[in-house]
């Protein structure tokens, strides 16, 4: 497994923008594919954005396709969620996740998770 980190949560407001880091250790990090889900409160972990092990392919979730981006830099074992145009019912804890693999829209194909970061947005 790799080990994941993330940073860059915070508070903004909306129409905002905030772009989420996630650090990887311990493995290949171009081997896996990452993925971006996100948790709240008293909600089910969803999914929001994956991207393959070379960051060629990408896919969204329909209610953050065209405000967000996923990237990777595999030079720097590091992976990101650009996010604009922020709304309210963005606020969440946000998790990235790695499996080796293509990408994936299930988080339980995922075995590689970061502790999460919280994004809140004020309306």
């Known amino acids: 497994q790799v080990q994941l980190v993330e940073s860059g949560g915070g508070l903004v407001q909306a129409g905002g923008s905030l772009r989420l880091s996630c650090a990887a250790s311990?493995?290949?990090?171009?081997?896996?594919?990452m993925g971006w889900f996100r948790q709240a409160p008293g909600k089910e972990r969803e999914f929001v954005a994956t991207?393959?092990?070379?960051?060629?392919?990408?896919y969204y979730a329909a209610s953050v396709k065209g405000r967000f981006a996923t990237t990777r830099d595999n030079a720097k074992n590091t992976g990101y969620l650009q996010m604009n145009s922020l709304k309210p019912e963005d606020t969440a804890v946000y998790y990235c996740?790695?499996?080796?693999?293509?990408?994936?829209?299930?988080?339980?194909?995922?075995?590689?998770w970061g502790q999460g970061t919280q994004v809140t947005v004020s309306s």
């Open positions: 311990g493995r290949t990090f171009s081997s896996y594919a």
């Open positions: 991207i393959n092990w070379s960051g060629g392919s990408t």
């Open positions: 996740a790695a499996r080796i693999g293509g990408a994936n829209v299930d988080p339980n194909e995922y075995d590689s």
